[in-house]
């Protein structure tokens, strides 16, 4: 109930009343509290006399279909569906007030009050709050708290199921020890060349096949598209960028790009390691420097000689690549505004004074550049005119009997698809949205354009119904390759069984047969082997082996039909997390079959009438 007060499309009575032992169980929603409000008279079913009307029938259907569980072409499957879930929920109610379950009003308000759908970012409960949600979803609080009442006694009978079923401990060690249980043996896999001839394929067994398979050959809805793309991409592919342009792009960027640097420091006054060196003594000293540069000298060496960072001196004053951030903002601004091999001038920051040198530019060169710079620039060049162009095409398919017109004014391409379905799995076709267009009504039984459809930011599309065809099976003449190759399949399948069968026999009966075995150790049922799991299944499904003497057997895979000779079963080594997952499978297993005993019991006792 509450989930429908979310979004008006699941239920939150599920949602409180079923546990995850009983998760078979989340078919009781309370989403009929609406349809219980108004009656129309007009039933669909009795439950032992009682009505379930057509509004309640109808407003689950739509609940299910706007919430996305199920496409509305399946509307007719999923009433019959909707239908049966609400004679399962009326006689569970009928089940749990017969047997005189009840749910004071003290109970109902301690549970409303801690709902957090219904309090404050505080944590407390808000009545105005809770007056709201109930009315956006149709409830009242009266109705609220009668349906509310009634999903606590389903619950209670659930939880009574559930709680009163129970495992035996040695049932529990039983199963443990199944489950930890590990297994030996050796495979050998039969395939079509085995066969001493490939099975004959005869019309009749064409035609078998196809009555008992048409449903395998039945052509979904189908039509036939015409469609344009604007696509920004493809225009910034057609423009032109100059070579200046790109350079001057490239040359911009260095002013960004992360940047290896040395730099000399001299400190002054109360500066991190300074001494009673003045401010105007320690510029002077980097002026000497800057004088020593200009003659030629290293700054490296100079760095050595000069600086006061003892850190970086030792290496030519380097401070490695840096990026915006590292560093103070005068220092970086300085760092930032150099080109490679460049020196700054004098930068003052807390720690002193400071000559930097930029002696690498951290970015690609210029023609690693290129195709980057290239498209950056062609897209940014384009932009201004695809918003155009894609107003355009807005309003001309709006107005457009057709799409090729609409192609022409633009300098588009009207590209045209095969047959396809609704479940389209490739191409811009099958982007989200665009075939929920083709199929709407408006495009398909009307013939208009579709709406503009927003790909990505770079693309539009339009589409339009070329032709279009109903879903219908095909006919045995038009899929006779494909029922043939089933056919085939199928006879190749049953011909390696039955040689299996007669092989097992032959091993049974300790005849010697030229058979290349694989080995399989220690396999266990909780996978982490590379075997496909139908083999082992089958070998896990075989009796236990009574001394040297192997128990065989075969398994069919796929195409596939192995051999097996079980060898060797071992107990495992235990497993605290296997054995407790075990056990509460177990216990899960048998809530649920308690429940769904008591479900099949009430159906065969009630008079049940679908009108």
Do not use: C
Request: proline fraction near 3%; glycine fraction near 8%.
């Amino acid at each position: 109930m509450l989930q429908s007060i979310r979004d008006r499309s699941r239920s939150w009575g599920a949602k409180i009343i079923i546990g995850a032992v009983v998760v078979t169980m989340a078919l009781f929603g309370v989403e009929s509290l609406v349809g219980l409000l108004g009656n129309s008279g007009d039933e669909v079913a009795e439950v032992n006399g009682e009505p379930i009307t057509r509004q309640q029938l109808e407003l689950e259907v739509q609940r299910a279909i706007r919430s996305g569980q199920v496409p509305p072409d399946q509307e007719r499957a999923l009433r019959a569906e909707m239908l049966d879930m609400l004679i399962t929920e009326r006689l569970l109610t009928q089940y749990a007030e017969e047997g005189g379950l009840y749910v004071s009003e003290q109970q109902l308000d301690q549970l409303i009050v801690t709902l957090p759908e219904f309090q404050d970012q505080e944590g407390r409960f808000d009545r105005d709050l809770f007056r709201n949600r109930l009315a956006s979803a149709g409830f009242t609080p009266l109705s609220f708290r009668q349906q509310l009442s009634v999903d606590l006694k389903r619950q209670q009978v659930q939880q009574g199921l559930a709680v009163s079923g129970f495992t035996l401990e040695e049932e529990r060690e039983r199963l443990a020890a199944l489950q930890r249980q590990t297994r030996s043996f050796r495979y050998h896999a039969l395939v079509a060349d085995d066969l001493a001839s490939a099975p004959e394929v005869v019309q009749q067994d064409l035609e078998a096949y196809y009555a008992d398979h048409e449903a395998d050959y039945r052509r979904p809805e189908q039509v036939k598209l015409n469609y344009v793309v604007l696509d920004r991409e493809q225009m910034a592919d057609e423009a032109e960028v100059s070579e200046d342009a790109l350079r001057e792009a490239w040359q911009a960027g260095a002013a960004e790009a992360d940047r290896r640097v040395s730099h000399i420091m001299v400190t002054y006054g109360d500066s991190q390691g300074g001494d009673e060196r003045s401010r105007e003594e320690a510029r002077a000293g980097l002026e000497q420097v800057q004088a020593r540069l200009a003659e030629g000298e290293d700054f490296a060496a100079l760095a050595a000689e000069v600086s006061d960072d003892g850190s970086t001196s030792d290496a030519g004053g380097d401070l490695g690549v840096i990026s915006r951030g590292f560093f103070g903002e005068d220092f970086e601004n300085a760092a930032f505004s150099l080109g490679e091999g460049e020196v700054s001038d004098i930068v003052e920051t807390d720690n002193g004074l400071h000559l930097i040198k930029v002696t690498e530019l951290d970015r690609p060169s210029f023609e690693e550049s290129r195709d980057q710079l290239r498209r950056e620039l062609a897209l940014e060049q384009v932009d201004d005119a695809f918003n155009e162009r894609a107003q355009r095409l807005i309003d001309d398919s709006f107005a457009a009997d057709d799409l090729q017109s609409v192609a022409d004014d633009l300098g588009l391409t009207l590209q045209q698809s095969d047959w396809v379905g609704r479940n389209v799995s490739d191409g811009v076709l099958s982007e989200p949205g665009v075939m929920d267009q083709a199929f709407s009504g408006d495009v398909l039984e009307e013939g208009y354009n579709s709406e503009v459809i927003e790909l990505d930011e770079d693309r539009r599309l339009v589409l339009r119904v070329a032709e279009h065809r109903e879903p219908t099976t095909l006919p045995l003449a038009e899929v006779r390759d494909e029922v043939e190759a089933a056919v085939r399949q199928a006879k190749t399948r049953e011909a390696l069984v039955e040689l299996a069968a007669r092989r097992v026999e032959s091993l049974r009966a300790g005849e010697p047969l030229e058979i290349d075995w694989q080995q399989a150790k220690s396999v266990s049922r909780q996978g982490g082997s590379s075997l496909p799991e139908a083999l082992v299944q089958a070998a896990f499904r075989l009796p236990h082996p009574e001394g040297d003497v192997p128990v065989y057997g075969h398994a069919v895979d796929g195409e596939r039909v192995v051999l097996i000779a079980l060898e060797q079963v071992q107990d495992g080594v235990p497993n605290a997390q296997v054995e407790s997952f075990v056990a509460n499978m177990a216990e899960r297993l048998r809530a649920q079959a308690a429940i769904q005993g008591l479900l099949d019991t009430l159906r065969d006792e009630a008079a049940i009438d679908r009108l």
